[in-house]
């Protein structure tokens, strides 16, 4: 699946992904290949991206995902 990052000012990370672990709002969750269509908010935390060569992690204050057709949309308010 296609992840992609946004913070207001750039896009923090582009590419594939074979899972994405966020910290929702109500709880930790991930997202998988064919994941269902989903809007969340996300809380403060480590945004988790695996792909077949590595395992990638972003601190996040929060944003909002949206998943759509194996395509995940991160608008965050910061990730480093």
């Known amino acids: 699946m296609n992840v992609e ?4 000012e750039k ?3 582009s590419g594939n992904a074979t899972l994405v672990q966020l910290p929702g709002v ?17 809380k403060e935390g480590i945004i988790k ?7 990638l992690t972003f601190k996040t204050t ?4 949206e998943v759509l057709n194996n395509q995940v949309a991160l608008l965050v308010e910061s990730a480093n």
């Open 26 to 42: 109500s709880g930790s969750f991930e997202i998988l290949n064919n994941h269902a269509p989903i809007i969340s908010a996300l």
């Open 5 to 8: 990052i946004i913070t207001p």
């Open 49 to 55: 991206v695996e792909n077949d060569k590595d395992t």
């Open 62 to 65: 929060g944003g909002f995902v």
């Open 11 to 13: 896009k923090v990370y």
